[in-house]
């Protein structure tokens, strides 16, 4: 069952969550709009198998891999990394992808860089015969398309809307449907801000603007005083986050907030994104690390 009917959570006087995560325990939040239409472009084009790609812990993976199985379409997930090969029950998200009938292909991280090149999905066809294709990350026109249903007439009256950034896809389905005076900030999750060229390739708008200092130290990494923040954040309003993207916009914003970032009076709306099935990996690495755990 597919639920979108809940409600905008209020953890300030200013700020309010969206929360997305709660669309689907599996095909949640962004993964959910990024699929919904290419999953119907996949039927009525007659697909029966949907091929993807991701690392070793993607939500995208987990998510491509459930709604397969949730719709019958099998699916196949382009795994980057050729030593995970004999990793997957070690592997919470592979384990989970698999246990959904996700086929993998485990390739080098050289031979992945080529994964949007003609040559290399030429070579998956005669492998695995005529699939439908879906980025990394899920994000093409119909993704975008999908975020563009994210903002609802009840969050006009916010003045920011905020979202983390991974492939740019969500971000840029929210610049589409923003209103004029609305301002959309994107938290990337990777370092840099090279973002911005995927992105204006889908956001028709000029309305947005990466806010690049909460990326602690890049794709996948982690500091103790995040883990703490989203510790403490749960404790206080009941609203899980994960390491890799909700918790760094998160604090991100709370910091912003106490710098004075934003107007006095302005109004704040953060889109939960989901992504909480990397909990449980990421708490592998903390327990390598002796860290504290993510509860």
């Known amino acids: 069952m597919i639920k979108l009917d809940f409600n905008n959570i209020n953890v300030d006087d200013r700020l309010f969550v969206k929360p997305e995560y709660l669309i689907h325990p599996f095909?949640?939040?962004?993964?959910?709009r990024k699929l919904k239409y290419n999953i119907q472009k996949a039927k009525d084009i007659k697909r029966s198998t949907l091929l993807t790609f991701g690392g070793a812990y993607s939500n995208h993976?987990?998510?491509?891999?459930?709604?397969?199985?949730?719709?019958?379409?099998?699916?196949?997930?382009?795994?980057?990394g050729g030593e995970l090969k004999n990793k997957i029950?070690?592997?919470?998200?592979?384990?989970?992808?698999?246990?959904?009938?996700?086929?993998?292909?485990?390739?080098d991280r050289d031979a992945y860089r080529h994964k949007s090149e003609n040559d290399f999905i030429e070579k998956l066809k005669v492998d695995y015969g005529d699939f439908y294709l879906i980025p990394e990350g899920g994000t093409n026109q119909l993704a975008v398309k999908g975020c563009e249903e994210i903002l609802k007439e009840d969050d006009n009256d916010f003045d920011f809307i905020c979202c983390c950034v991974g492939t740019g896809g969500t971000i840029s389905g929210l610049i589409n449907?923003?209103?004029?005076?609305?301002?959309?900030?994107?938290?990337?999750?990777?370092?840099?801000?090279?973002?911005?060229?995927?992105?204006?390739?889908?956001?028709?708008?000029?309305?947005?603007?990466?806010?690049?200092?909460?990326?602690?130290?890049?794709?996948g990494k982690i500091k103790p005083e995040l883990i703490m923040f989203i510790n403490d954040f749960k404790k206080?309003?009941?609203?899980?986050?994960?390491?890799?993207?909700?918790?760094?916009?998160?604090?991100?914003?709370?910091?912003?907030?106490?710098?004075?970032?934003?107007?006095?009076?302005?109004?704040?709306?953060?889109?939960?994104?989901?992504?909480?099935?990397?909990?449980?990996?990421?708490?592998?690495?903390?327990?390598q690390k002796g860290w504290p755990q993510i509860e």
């Open 27 to 32: 095909i949640s939040g962004n993964k959910y």
């Open 61 to 80: 993976i987990a998510a491509t891999a459930y709604a397969g199985k949730f719709y019958n379409f099998k699916t196949i997930g382009v795994i980057r």
């Open 89 to 107: 029950e070690s592997n919470p998200t592979l384990k989970f992808a698999k246990g959904c009938g996700m086929q993998f292909k485990f390739i």
């Open 177 to 219: 449907s923003a209103k004029p005076h609305q301002k959309i900030l994107g938290f990337p999750a990777l370092k840099g801000d090279f973002i911005r060229e995927d992105i204006r390739k889908f956001a028709k708008k000029d309305n947005w603007d990466l806010i690049t200092d909460y990326h602690f130290g890049g794709y």
């Open 236 to 287: 206080k309003y009941n609203i899980p986050l994960d390491p890799i993207y909700t918790g760094k916009m998160m604090f991100g914003i709370f910091d912003l907030m106490e710098k004075q970032f934003f107007p006095k009076d302005a109004k704040i709306l953060s889109i939960h994104t989901g992504g909480l099935q990397g909990i449980e990996g990421m708490n592998i690495k903390l327990k």
